[in-house]
């Protein structure tokens, strides 16, 4: 069998000789559950129930997960299932794969297990065991997982083992829902004869007599208590001893009476380890063999010893139960104080060499010995900081009160430090400033000058740099014996950080010196090398100079032994600048890397941080708009946080992004809740910012004048050497207001002042999303450039219809061959030279018909006035909801003038063709045929190759996710329900001169929008993302509000989320539209599911999606 390696387990666990439990493996084997949850207290025997399970059925792989009993988020426990599966196939996952984001919904989670199933990463034939799992906050995400199992491998099984509560192994269930086959308390509580046979096997006895029997009978079929009584039998005392009430009494009666000090003190140790070496019981001064350890674990119950190898090694193990046991008081009131405080004190030292702090932490405050801990926390905090354990740290450190940490002015910094690590940045100043203030007290000059760098760090991180600045120059004006080399260095490497904010060109330039100054002498210090590289690197990438930026975050990068939240920043920041370079497919990559150090040493703000730039880089590469949700999210996290400079940058590039999707609306929300957290006053580098993209914005709808003051005030404060991006951005919004105004050559003077940055690709993801919202600059560019010359990752940024967009406006900048250039660059060679000639021919003509009527021709956008003929723009919608296809003049001739004879409608019918040819093509002759209309042969059409739509686009989304679904692919179906969901604003052309002519086609899309929602809502349930499924549904239900099934569908998430009220609310809203608007009472299926919602108890969770 292949086994997955896990902890110190090889798969699944093996507990040497064990009585079969016959009754259960069979009921397994007969009813072939897909998912089996074992739900009882301690000591029922419920991982060997599972270990059975796992080594007795011929599975291909066992992946074998020990939770561990701790309270772990859904995510968590989907995230260490999914690194076991990655760990048992490491030769079979893509070599460069890494987990998602820590904050990911589980069913990105859960994707990755659907496509390891899918391509084969995994066996067909696995069992998943997930061991004393907790199920509190995981439950929805087990019932998930098994639905995947279900799903996609007919053969595997999902076990689930949990110690549980009242409620779970009660009559109440298990909480996981349906689908899972539970054994509880009385399934696993052996019968007489299992527990006969039992005990006959731990005393060596196959024989029945009274004894046995007696045992078996006192035992009550609880494995672990029997293994007890059996132990009692085999040493020789019968019965149950009087006033024993628990199995604890037991255990306790058995390790005092049958044991000796020694004993007692391994048992203690054992307790305390949880698992403990025969090289570890040296070092604890227990001097024993493998002889005397398996006579241990034949004398005291739920103790086992397995040898590991040559010369007598061996590891000895304790349940769970027998660790609460032997680390009890009453357990250690066996041995004297100073036996006690040697083996705690040997096992901390232990604990520490394993790395495991969270237990040493545990034992430190077992005798709430705070000073002992303190003395701890104080030599060992600061490597667990380099090592990334910020969270046992933090735990640890709030544990003890404010009024101990004065008393420790080195503990209050390392606390200061992490609250200011963990974004807890009101409690990081106050214990810093105490902390300072302490220092100055007692003239310790080296905390003082250690506390000044927090505070520093503080004032930065709140976007006050002059603050900053002040506490700096402070630091550094300190007596040299006061500050080390390393703590003077980092403040340098910190002041180019903030004079680039402040946009200070000689600040910047002094501090760059000093700082490269330091980097000589700190060659040998790898984290303060690290840390000055870092911060040049994002000095430089803040003035604009991104090659700069690149070479010192590239060497920071390869740097080694660098402490882990170090690591995290520079790896975040490395990412970053790959991605403003175009760089996309590594920016990738290394983002990854960067997701998975914040994952793992709970930098959860750091992690929100690069999931935005994550959403940014692939937002780059393909558009889509469900990148956006990654900006979204952690600019919420963030805000909620209170770090206002990391959510308005944030912000800033979502706003960027919202804007070349044309949503420039949400971009404008997005600048003024920017503008409302404050952060602009003292950073110039915000401030100017904020100015260039609330200027594209307000270029975006027409506003020339305040667009052109905000970026001209821009211009006067940045150069080349200052803050040379937004320069940048200031350079294209004045180029195209000059392109609107008529004024060409000064356009181009615009963008030839930035013909040398442009060269330099050191912005080609910003000039991407500035190209996809005004499309002549890609021609502007090309113009000023040389269309052979525009760096190939800026092109790479065009995407989609962008790509026609810039295309069709470059013609009217460059010269045929040029424009030809140009286009073979962007499309490639792998497009049809039909394209590039369709685009030659015209314009690509946009129409949206959902929400209202819009067209744009190229990068014109026609106005209502500009149709002068109303019914011009009724036949041109018709022409267009034909998507090509001809129709007939006669029946165009009754569409329109019903009243009139043939002749009369003719004559109309040319006059209002000429009409809808000018608005069109104007300036077109009348002997020249519309590139966009035909009219010949008696038949009318539209050119499918110039004239796009959004009725033409639905149709083809609706139908790729019919066929997405149909042949099992979720990912792609729900992908393209979701492009659907952007492309359906609204009703088709509303409208009063529309009524009456759509009607059929407005009923049919809207029926379709229904469905397809409906159908996405499922598949989005069914990947266990509810909140998503429910806002699809809740837009067609404002699309469609009298159409039942929709609510029915919320409904039945919110049940299932136990949301009560929001449930009552949809009910309601659903009944009053039926009742007040269509004189209908809700259907007995939305009937029945509110009695069921009122049945319930409301307990919605956070996040509740209504």
Known sequence: MTTSRLGRFEGAPRFGPWLPRRRLIDAFERLQPSGIFVCAPSGYGKTYLAAQYAHMNEFDAVIWVSCGSRALTG?????QLISATIDHSKSRFPAKFALPPMQSPASDLLVILRDAFRHGWISQNTCFVLDDLCLAGAGAEISLLLHLVEQESEDSVLLVTSRGDDRMSGEGGSGLGSGFFEVGIADLRMTQEESMALVGLLVGSDEHDAQLEQVARQGMGHVALLSVLAKRLALGSVGRPRGDTDLSALLLRLADHQSGASTHELLYALALMGNLSSAESKKLGLELDLGCAEAISDRIPLVTVVATGLGGSFVLTAHALAQEVFGSRRFRSLLNSV???????????????RGDFDRVIELLFLDQSTERCLDWLEVNGSAMVRNGLRLPLKAALDAISMELLVTRPSLLLLSAEIDLDTYDRQASLVKATAAQGIAECEGDLQASAQALMLIARNYMDDSSPLRAAETFEKLLSLPETAVSRELEATAVAFMTTFSALLLDESAYTAALTRARER?????????????????????????????????????????????????????????????????????????????????DCGLDLCHATYSAAMGTIQFGLTGESRYLEFSAQSAARLAAAGDRVAEVLVRLQRVMMLRAQDRVSEAVVEIERSLERDVTSES????????????????????????????VRTREICTQERGAQHLLRAELVLAEIARRKGMMDEALVCVSRQKDYLLSGNANWLVGMYARSFPHLLGMIASVLGPDRIPAHMLKMLVGHHIEDSLSAAREHLE????????????????????????????????????????????????????AKRKARLLFATLVLKEGRETPREQLYEHLWPEMDETSSRNNFYVIWSSMKAVLSPGLGKSTPCPYMSSTGGVCRSNPDLVRSDTQEFDELYREAR?????????????????????????????????????????????????????????????????????????AIGADPWREDLYQAILRLQIAAGQRSAAVETYFSCRSRLVEDLGLDPSAETVRLYEQVLSMEDCATEGEFR
């Open 519 to 599: 980097l000589d002498d700190m060659a040998s210090c790898p984290e303060t090398t690290a840390r000055l590289l870092s911060q040049i690197g994002t000095a430089s990438f803040l003035m604009g100079n991104i090659f700069e930026a690149r070479v010192h975050l590239q060497q920071a990068y390869a740097l080694s032994g660098v402490s882990t939240g170090l690591r995290a920043m520079i790896v975040g920041n490395y990412a970053t600048m790959l991605a403003e370079t175009g760089s996309a497919e590594y920016a990738l990559e290394v983002i990854n890397e960067a997701l998975e150090i914040t994952r």
């Open 75 to 79: 995510g968590a426990v989907l995230s």
């Open 816 to 867: 045929e061959d040029a424009w030809r250039v140009l286009a073979r660059r962007v499309l490639g060679d792998g497009e049809s030279q039909a394209r590039i000639e369709a685009l030659a021919t015209a314009p690509i003509c946009r129409v949206r018909l959902f929400g209202g009527f819009e067209l744009t021709v190229g990068s014109r956008r026609v106005s209502e006035r500009e149709w």
């Open 963 to 1035: 066929k997405a679904r149909g042949d099992g692919d979720v990912e792609g179906a729900v992908s393209a329900f979701e492009r659907l969901a952007e492309i359906y604003r609204g009703e088709l052309l509303p409208g009063d001169i529309y009524e009456e002519w759509f009607v059929e086609d407005r009923d049919r899309y809207r029926h379709d929008f229904g469905d397809a929602m409906l159908a996405a809502g499922d598949m989005l349930a069914a990947k266990g993302d509810s909140a998503g499924a429910s806002r699809l549904l809740r837009k």
């Open 339 to 353: 036996t006690d405080a040697r083996i705690r004190d040997g096992c901390v030292s232990l604990l520490e060499a």
């Open 684 to 711: 110039p580098y915000l401030r100017c910012f904020v100015d260039t993209e609330l200027a594209a914005c307000l270029l975006c709808i027409d506003d020339l004048v305040e667009a052109e003051a905000r970026t």
